[in-house]
């Protein structure tokens, strides 16, 4: 990854997430307005329809409506099958083996919420993404300014807002299997709540 700096990602704390995940946390990490904010775009972009991927996923996945199937993968198998909307629930650490368990080509779109900045693999995983989802499908990253500091990426926390939307953009643009990425801040700016910022591509 020599498009990032020697130890953008390394963490504060490098011992395995398994442990770390393990408890379960049924709270949103976000406040109410930018959960909303959430499912606003999922619904304007289209990506509650069909068959989607929920990645880093956990008890609830912010969809207004949700799509006809939904799977949700993630760390934590207890927060996993407490997800109404989930249609499938798959245990996976994407820091372990960043390769997905799915066929090419099966998933109309795919979304991660409030955890790209836990990756330490997020170009291999990008790749992976672009495989599994099918061409003109959408990959959509959504975060905020809050996390685990611990388990962000130290490039993440070296980082003021504008720039990790920078970062995303960067490994979209950094992956053969996406066209040119967007992005927006889906809540008020200089407002007192949670920012929640977006950005996505489409499979090519």
Known sequence: ??????????????????????PERLVHHIDDEAVRAVGDLYEELGVDRGTVLDLMSSWVSHFHVPPEELVVLGMNEAELRANGAASRCVVHDLNAVPDLP?????FDH????????????????????????????????????????????????????????????????????????SADLRTPPHGDGDPLWAVWAAAR
């Open 1 to 22: 990854m020599s498009a990032f700096p020697p130890g953008f990602f390394d963490r504060l704390d490098p011992t395995p997430d398994a442990a770390f995940y393990l």
């Open 102 to 106: 799915f066929d090419a080509d099966s």
């Open 110 to 181: 795919a979304v991660c919420c409030l955890s790209v900045d836990y990756l330490t693999s997020p170009l291999e995983v990008f790749a992976e993404v672009a495989q599994v989802l099918r061409p003109g499908g959408l990959f959509v990253c959504t975060f905020s300014n809050r996390c685990f500091p611990t388990k962000a990426i130290r490039g993440w926390l070296a980082a003021r807002e504008s720039e990790r939307v920078a970062i995303v953009r960067r490994y979209f643009e950094l992956t053969d299997g996406f066209g040119p990425p």
